[in-house]
């Protein structure tokens, strides 16, 4: 029998529609009445606020590293774009940032964003813009060395035109992944979200130069009707100029 995030049955047999339904109100599009119903009714929405978190993205993360195990008590995490701060808490939890898990190594959490962003327990947050000049000399500087993990959960602002967003987003995740191989020690994994739309070759190929082991994956917190997906490369090599060196093996 199914059953929601939340743990619920759905099988449905004899039960009420329990979905929330938003009635238009003056002023109001659409659809920003859709967005508020479909939010209203999102297990992941109602999770989030049971369990403390910033938003539903939160589970994104939590479920990546629930498969891939990058966030390990002790390690050290760069978190781009951290705004609203749900990576970041899910991150202070599962490197024991808080040193709250007795005889566990106390990891460490950066969060940097363009905006300001409120305080998070166990995290400590920067309002950076990452692709300034010797951005990754100050991320190492506050980090106190080099990270295990850098993630990224950005967007490029909306256009309105599926392509030129498609085109952004790898644009922004491109850079990251720069960023990252500026900041990661070897061995250290580097995860991003992207739009499926064919023009995200180039960045997998840089990947698959420089780490490992690349994965493409769809978590279950991402929205069915979303065209966004992540990838999680493991095994930092260490920065290759050699197009030619090392070829990483990609998993579905």
Known sequence: MAKTP?????????????????????????????????????PYVQRARKEGYRGRAAF??????????FLVPGARVVD???????????AV????????????????????DLQEV????GAE?????????GADEKVKAWLGGKADVVM????AASSGHQGTDHLRIIALCEAAA?????????????????????????????LKKNFTKVANVKPPASRQDSSEKFVVAQGFRGRRHDAAAGQGDEAD
Request: contains cysteine.
């Open 6 to 42: 939340t743990g619920k049955n759905t099988s449905g047999r004899g039960q009420r529609d329990l979905r929330v339904r938003v009635k238009t109100a003056k002023g109001r599009k659409l659809s920003s009445t859709l967005w508020l119903e479909r939010q209203l009714n999102d």
């Open 60 to 69: 994104k993360i939590l479920e990546l590293d629930d498969k891939y195990r």
């Open 80 to 90: 781009l774009g951290c705004a609203p701060g749900g990576w970041c808490q899910v």
């Open 93 to 112: 939890r599962r490197v024991n940032a808080l040193g709250e898990k007795s005889g566990k190594k106390v990891g460490t959490v950066l969060g940097v």
């Open 118 to 121: 409120s305080a998070i327990p």
């Open 125 to 133: 947050i920067h309002q950076l813009d990452f692709l300034e000049e």
């Open 152 to 155: 990224s959960d950005m967007a």
């Open 178 to 206: 720069e960023f990252a191989f500026d900041v990661l020690e070897e061995g250290g994994t580097f995860v991003a979200k992207v739009l499926a739309g064919g023009a995200e070759n180039e960045l997998q190929a840089i």
